[in-house]
């Protein structure tokens, strides 16, 4: 398989200990921290740690500490690498004493699969991969896959289907697959920022794919956080002020199949289409393995769809950008 697609290329984490100011905190450079700055590779994408601490070797361990982790859950989710569990899982149609890690994601997918009727169905892997065999044939049929290709590969999707439990994870019909490319960014985000402020973290912006603020900035004001339909946009449409909030983007146009640009990569679990609600979509929520999760949904829902699910779920907002380029907030 080619290189994986990834929502978003930046990879950041910029944090300071104890409320210590960041660089370009109105509070002045001279009360910060020196920064500690890694540069490398997270995720399959380009990835910076700047951590200001009082301990520079202090700082240094903590960044081995993160990538050791986002390393160790890498191992576990992800669709790209033969040797992850998810990849074993795939082959297999079953695995025995699954790792912790994916059994709790999986646990949060199924509230997510429930709380949005199934719009949110991680099984939806097989529709995935009959779209990207479809287009990777010179002369595809630009509209996508026939009917009937649709309707064999439908036949094995459903988390209904999928047998989970902390001995087992099996899947109850053949050919069925997972994909978590639409969750575990933002669980990999959220176990970050559990790492740090486990370390005494009290103010940083975790981006691991997501994004998730802890705190406000070290001078009060919120973290600033542009939103954009695509990763290489280089003018957002709008700024998000955050604050204790994570936040998640989606958008059919951040990867498309074939050249006709009609078809994007999310696909909806119950029809096999690929509908275009909308531009783009953000949501807001409290982690972001929430806020991932739901913007998988709510792109393949209207606004009444979305605004009942909010009711239930009175934490999440949603920013969004019409097909027509309006923008609203829904929460």
């Not at 601490?53 to 989710?77: C, G, N, Y």
């Not at 199949?257 to 783009?280: M, N, T, W």
């Amino acid at each position: 398989m080619g290189n994986p697609i990834t929502r978003r290329r930046a990879i950041c984490i910029m944090a300071a200990a104890a409320g210590l100011p960041l660089l370009g905190s109105s509070t002045g450079a001279k009360a910060a921290a020196p920064a500690v700055t890694w540069k490398g590779q997270a995720l399959g994408a380009p990835a910076t740690l700047v951590l200001h601490l009082d301990d520079k070797a202090q700082a240094e361990r903590l960044i081995d500490r993160v990538f050791a982790e986002v390393s160790r859950l890498e191992s576990v989710f992800s669709l790209y690498r033969s040797d992850s569990i998810l990849s074993e899982l795939n082959r297999a149609g079953a695995i025995a004493a699954p790792p912790s890690d994916l059994v709790r994601l999986l646990e949060a997918c199924r509230s997510c699969w429930e709380a949005t009727n199934g719009a949110f169905d991680p099984t939806v892997q097989p529709l995935w991969a009959l779209y990207a065999r479809h287009f990777s044939v010179d002369g595809a049929d630009p509209a996508g896959p026939s009917d009937d290709e649709k309707r064999r590969a439908l036949a094995r999707v459903g988390f209904d289907k999928l047998r989970l439990g902390r001995d087992r994870v099996v899947f109850t019909r053949p050919g069925m697959a997972l994909t978590l490319n639409g969750v575990a960014q933002g669980y990999i985000t959220d176990c970050v920022v559990e790492l740090l402020k486990d370390a005494g973290v009290a103010t940083s912006l975790v981006s691991m794919g997501e994004i998730r603020a802890i705190g406000a900035r070290s001078d009060g004001t919120p973290w600033r956080v542009g939103l954009a339909p695509t990763e290489d946009t280089s003018t957002p449409d709008s700024i998000l002020d955050l604050v204790n909030k994570a936040v998640a983007t989606s958008s059919q146009d951040g990867f498309v199949f074939g050249d006709s640009g009609r078809s994007g990569h999310i696909v909806d679990p119950h029809s096999g289409e690929v509908p275009r609600h909308f531009k783009r979509l953000s949501v807001i929520a409290p982690t972001a393995t929430e806020a991932d999760a739901f913007s998988t949904a709510f792109s393949l829902m209207d606004t009444s769809d979305i605004q009942r699910v909010r009711e239930r779920h009175p934490d999440l907002a949603v920013d969004l950008v019409s097909i027509s380029g309006e923008r609203s907030r829904l929460g």
